[in-house]
């Protein structure tokens, strides 16, 4: 028996039943693909995905797929910078290699001035991997702004929650949020 007008007492949401889920969420979370082919893929209506993006994805889920793509983003920068790092050195000491040889071929040949000019080649390779294995060193760091974090988004809703339930809490929580430089305010509404 159907138990009309109950939250929660339909069937489920046809993406809920997918084994691809998670992956249909961010694509709707990073707009990867349009709503309308994501419903054509799912053989279900453009407003069925509008309306599961509407009602199920929450501000936590998006936020928490925003910042795992970015942070994701950045390791795959970081991971080609590393790479070209490693190639670079690579480069440079297979030449200062290179320059090595050629200086024991003019000391054995005892040809002193292509030994001496040799030397001084050396000399401006090490110079030069020394100089670029120290623009290279730079750390990178990954910053992830507290507003994207899904801690905050729950500590939000509780102190919006403490604050609706006991309304003398509310100014002097904004006040020392205030004092403190902390944004509690959501899309188009305050805490």
Known sequence: MAQGGNKNSGR??????????????KDIVLNRRTLAEIARRLGVDYTTVARY???????????SILAESRVATIETNTEVINQDRMDIAM???????????????????????????????????????????????TNL??????????????????????????PAAREPLLRRMRHHVLSVTKEDTVL
């Open 53 to 63: 993006r509407d009602d199920k994805i929450t501000e936590e889920m998006r936020r």
């Open 12 to 25: 489920r949401a046809v993406i809920d039943m997918r084994a691809d889920k998670n992956e249909i969420i």
């Open 141 to 166: 760091t990954v910053n992830v702004s507290l507003a994207e974090s899904k801690e905050w988004v729950v500590l939000r809703t509780i102190l919006q929650e403490v604050c609706a339930e006991v």
């Open 91 to 137: 480069t440079y000491e297979s030449l200062a290699m290179r320059v090595e040889r050629l200086i024991t071929k003019a000391e054995q040949s005892e040809d002193d001035s292509f030994a001496l000019a040799a030397m001084e080649g050396l000399r401006k390779v090490l110079r030069d991997i020394a100089t670029m294995q120290g623009k290279l060193a």
